[in-house]
């Protein structure tokens, strides 16, 4: 679904980068999965937040993770409210939950997926996927069986 930009123009929703989530949507244009990390205890935390949520240091950096996830849970929206998401029924919105620490979730989309063959726990990896003109998004897909 996301593979070709959108033939009607239509945007997605598209991110607002602040101080706290600029690097990830840095990282994201140059194809790199970067993820909060505590410099004290080596906790991972996304979404972004200033202070580690395990040992409630404020002494936290970006550091890249490998794209490997499973996959949680996923649905298939009927009645998304952007005109964009719209256009692209059926798209399977999912949460997968990073490799690199238990409880890394993400919320994103699935790609390149058989809908007859999605498993919880499935291995999944990041894809970065430009959905519409200068718009990437981390999108994830399922990793090549043997992997
Ligand atoms: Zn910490």
Known sequence: MFDDLDPEG???PVPAPDELTRFFWEGVLEHRLLILR???CGFYVHWPRQACPNCL???LAPA???GQATLVTW???SQPFDAYYRSHIPYA?????LVEQPGLKMVTDLVDYDKEALR???PVHVVFREVAPGVTLPLF???PSGA
């Open 141 to 143: 897909a399922p990793a």
């Open 38 to 40: 505590c410099n004290d």
């Open 10 to 12: 239509l945007y997605p």
């Open 120 to 122: 919880i726990d499935m």
């Open 64 to 66: 890249e993770v490998s």
């Open 93 to 97: 919105l999912a949460v997968v939950e």
């Open 75 to 77: 649905t298939f929206p």
């Open 57 to 59: 240091s404020f002494s």
